[in-house]
């Protein structure tokens, strides 16, 4: 390398940028990716080039991060036109990229909120989202509220350890009760970039350090009325403040947590009423037929009682003329004083004059008992004893 300008030094750090120095040595991520070759084939064609996208670790130790550039590679010619050297023009794309694969994931999102993903998958989907897409390592936390808004529950957070997770799971709403009970409790964003010093934390930092965490923003998750749906927070391993970037990813997400939890709601609240309609339908349902059997049965007494009534009626005009007592013989001890109208018989051979509602009455609760036939004798004649 020959020269470099003070922006190439200060994005790629003085340590990565010394002239003197073959490229491929200062940079061997670019060799890895081609770029060393590209830029020979241009120092050897004298064609320049392009190279989109191409991914660099720029700065070193601590402050060392992934970019992305957009690299061009013209040819430097002498007075004669031969080539001497090869400019790299590189135009740092990371933030256009950075966008580019928030708002690809965002809109995954909420194409899974809206095809009715499991509120869970949606959250954890979220959570792994933003953990991935931020440049520090982030711990994301989905806490979800009570339907009375005084405990949480928990909801999403791929990257805390289990005990720590099972530990805030039910945590109440309130003044000092970490970042995530106040917030939920002021219903206003509680930024803690210090655990072990913010009074808040008091109760839960040995918690925290246990579980190797050092600051915790919090933002509660508000629905459209106002009410709590529960937190969305950001841990961090080291003390932080927020940038407006952050603050910017937090509003975004917490709004999108805010989509998927109501509408998970609202689907519950759908399959509930839907449950109810349905056990209603089925009650009603077997109380209709319920109805229908009764009054098909209903019907059908009916039926035999009308032809029984007939009966009896032709069978008392038939044996009008017979000579036969004048009252009822039939209604067991107490005597009938109704007029008898028709002789019935049993198998046995008994025979006996009743009235009309007598006889249908032995009709109906005895079973051998019949209209004696037109001999009047019933089964006498028939029956050998
Ligand atoms: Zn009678």
Redesign the pocket.
């Known amino acids: 390398m020959e020269t470099a300008n003070p922006t190439f030094v200060t994005t790629f750090g003085e340590e990565r940028v010394r002239t003197g120095v073959a490229l491929v040595d200062l940079m061997p991520d670019l060799a890895e990716q081609g770029l060393i070759a590209l830029l020979d084939q241009v120092y050897r064609t004298g064609e320049p080039r392009t190279s989109s996208d191409v991914q660099v670790v720029v700065d070193a130790g601590a402050q060392a991060r992934e970019a992305f550039f957009d690299f061009t590679f013209e040819p430097y010619r002498d007075a004669e036109g031969h080539v001497t050297g090869v400019r790299m023009i590189g135009v740092e794309t990371t933030q256009v990229k950075h966008a580019q694969r928030l708002m690809a994931e965002h809109r995954a999102l909420l194409e899974q909120i809206a095809r009715q993903a499991p509120l869970t998958e949606v959250l954890d989907g979220m959570a792994r989202c933003i953990e991935n897409l931020a440049p520090q390592e982030i711990l994301v936390s989905v806490l979800l509220a009570d339907p009375d808004g005084l405990h949480l529950r928990h909801g999403a957070a791929p990257s805390l350890p289990d005990f720590y997770n099972q530990a805030i799971d039910g945590i109440a709403t309130g003044e000092g009760v970490g970042s995530c009970g106040t917030a939920a409790h002021r219903r206003q964003p509680v930024i803690v970039t210090d655990i072990t010093t913010d009074p808040l934390w008091t109760d839960f930092k040995n918690l925290a350090t246990r579980a190797d965490l050092a600051a915790c923003w919090s933002t509660p998750i508000l629905a459209r009325d106002g009410g709590l749906l529960g937190t969305f927070a950001m841990y961090h391993r080291t003390p932080r403040i927020p940038q407006d970037t952050d603050l910017a990813l937090t509003r975004l997400f917490a709004g999108t947590a805010a989509l998927a939890i109501e509408r998970h709601h609202s689907e519950q609240a759908q399959r509930t009423a839907e449950a109810l309609a349905r056990s209603a339908h089925d009650d009603l349902a077997r109380a209709v037929r319920a109805e229908q059997e009764l009054r098909a049965a209903a019907e059908r007494r009916a039926t035999a009682a009308a032809e029984l009534t007939t009966q009896l009626r032709a069978a008392a005009a038939a044996q009008a003329t017979l000579p036969h007592p004048e009252q009822?013989q039939?209604?067991g001890g107490s005597s009938?004083a109704?007029p008898a109208e028709i002789k019935i018989a049993d198998s046995w051979g008994d025979a006996a004059w009743?009235?009309p509602?007598?006889v249908e009455e032995a009709l109906i609760n005895v079973r051998s008992v019949f209209i004696a036939s037109e001999e009047f004798g019933g089964l006498a004649a028939y029956v050998h004893r």
């Open positions: 009822c039939l209604g009938c109704e009743g009235c509602d007598h």
